[in-house]
């Protein structure tokens, strides 16, 4: 079965500084999506950032990038010049392109944005 | 602009007595699904639909039950709350098979029980 796990449950930044959140999965397919999803505290998930793992390059989206490492089963998101409004609980997700209708996602990591 | 659309977004029910949660959505996707979060862990997945096809995750208990009238719709039956079923309820959609893979959010139901 798949799993996603990030193993910070809480990580902090000053703002206008580059914070990176962890992330490790674990599949035996070898093609899939990885997604990073962020929830302020107002609830509503959104997309940060997509990465299909048949792509070599890393996504990025403005200010937001990821660091995709297949052999490793990692999936980092680079945060960089960070903002208030950054603040978020941020999750982790995979989803198999065989199975494509089901995500996975990990415990998430509670970012914190000091001014 | 609201795409998937979740309603209400507050419910308080007594201990014992069905609530049904409604989620809509004008994205015309294939897949919805319907999860329970609890305060700050990751959303659990409790059962989705790929069109009409139900699929149920095997730890959801059976005090949970799902309907899809159509596309739009989808509702979450909740037969007999306990303390326990108190939690953020989240729909979400996606279209699978086509380029986006991504899922889109509802704002959520925080369900309370009394």
């Known amino acids: 079965a798949q799993t996603v796990t990030q193993s910070q449950p809480e990580m902090s930044v000053q703002e206008a500084e580059t914070v990176t959140l962890s992330c490790t999965y674990d599949?035996?397919?070898?093609?899939?999506?990885l997604f990073w999803y962020k929830q302020p505290p107002s609830r509503q998930m959104i997309l940060v950032i997509r990465q299909e793992a048949y792509k070599q390059q890393n996504a990025t989206e403005n200010r937001f990038s990821v660091n995709f490492q297949k052999a490793a089963k990692s999936f980092s998101l680079k945060i960089s010049d960070s903002q208030l409004g950054d603040a978020a609980m941020y999750f982790c997700?995979?989803?198999?392109?065989?199975?494509?209708?089901?995500?996975?996602f990990g415990t998430g990591t509670r970012l914190q944005v000091f001014p | 602009d609201a795409m998937v659309i979740q309603n209400p977004r507050y419910q308080v029910t007594q201990f014992g007595k069905p609530v049904t949660l409604s989620c809509s959505q004008t994205l015309n996707h294939n897949v919805m699904y319907w999860y329970q979060q609890k305060s700050s862990q990751a959303p659990k997945l409790l059962f989705h639909y790929y069109d009409k096809d139900f699929n149920n995750e095997a730890d959801t208990p059976d005090n949970f039950q799902s309907r899809r009238p159509n596309t739009s719709f989808c509702f979450l039956d909740i037969r007999s709350p306990g303390l326990g079923d108190a939690a953020m309820y989240l729909c979400?959609?996606?279209?699978?098979?086509?380029?986006?893979?991504?899922?889109?959010f509802g704002q959520g139901t925080r369900l309370t029980v009394v």
């Open positions: 979400a959609t996606s279209r699978v098979g086509g380029a986006n893979t991504e899922a889109f």
């Open positions: 599949t035996s397919e070898s093609d899939y999506y």
């Open positions: 997700a995979y989803r198999a392109s065989y199975n494509t209708d089901k995500l996975i």
